[in-house]
T-cell receptor, first 111, second 112 residues
């Protein structure tokens, strides 16, 4: 079992560029999440998907879109990257609302 | 919105010491999570608890729902326990575990 995988691990974007962060899990979890982690701020929820076919906003959704492609995959898209989106992004999954399993993270820099 | 406070922010200990990390929150909850983030960045869920105490190896988590407080204890600490420990709770009163609010973490360093 690979658990939760994320691609890419690192990315540098210029302001205004777009990109999609990919996340997949092989644990048959029905819930998936996207977080960002900034120094001194703690983890903050961007979007989550409680089950396949549903997505909901978290604490900081502005500037992001998500797609729950199927039960395994949950992608996060930045349509027009801004320097304020420089962060480390974590994907996580869980069986319903129980313990969450985290991916290794994507370190994104927007210049 | 649930506010989460962790203390201390930083903790340095000698190998073998008993460690306590505290977490307080402002709004009643259904369950509380403790997570560990290693220096490399990986995040691991340690406990999810809604009452009493849970134990896993040298780690013990307790929660007092009435006092809105939880503690994470590490017995016989070891340098490999060096990490950031993070507490998380549902973001709103009666809120689901889907929308968690996270503390800023406690950086633990255990010296040999």
């Amino acid at each position: 079992n690979a658990g939760v995988t994320q691609t890419p691990k690192f990315q540098v974007l210029k302001t205004g560029q777009s990109m999609t962060l990919q996340c997949a899990q092989d644990m048959n979890h029905n819930s998936m999440y996207w977080y960002r982690q900034d120094p001194g701020m703690g983890l903050r929820l961007i979007y989550y998907s409680a089950s396949e076919g549903t997505t909901d906003k978290g604490e900081v959704p502005n500037g992001y879109n998500v797609s729950r492609l199927n039960k395994r995959e949950f992608s996060l898209r930045l349509e027009s990257a801004a320097p304020s989106q420089t962060s480390v992004y974590f994907c996580a999954s869980s069986l319903s609302s129980y313990e969450q399993y985290f991916g290794p993270g994507t370190r994104l820099t927007v210049t | 919105k649930n506010e989460v406070e962790q203390s201390p922010q930083n903790l340095t200990a000698q190998e073998g010491e008993f460690i306590t990390i505290n977490c307080s929150y402002s709004v009643g909850i259904s369950a509380l999570h403790w997570l560990q983030q290693h220096p490399g960045g990986g995040i691991v869920s340690l406990f999810m608890l809604s009452s009493g105490k849970k134990k896993h190896g040298r780690l013990i988590a307790t929660i007092n729902i009435q006092e809105k407080h939880s503690s994470l204890h590490i017995t016989a600490s070891h340098p490999r326990d060096s990490a950031v420990y993070i507490c998380a709770v549902p973001g709103n009163s009666g809120g689901s575990n889907y929308k968690l609010t996270f503390g800023k973490g406690t950086l633990l360093t255990v010296n040999p």
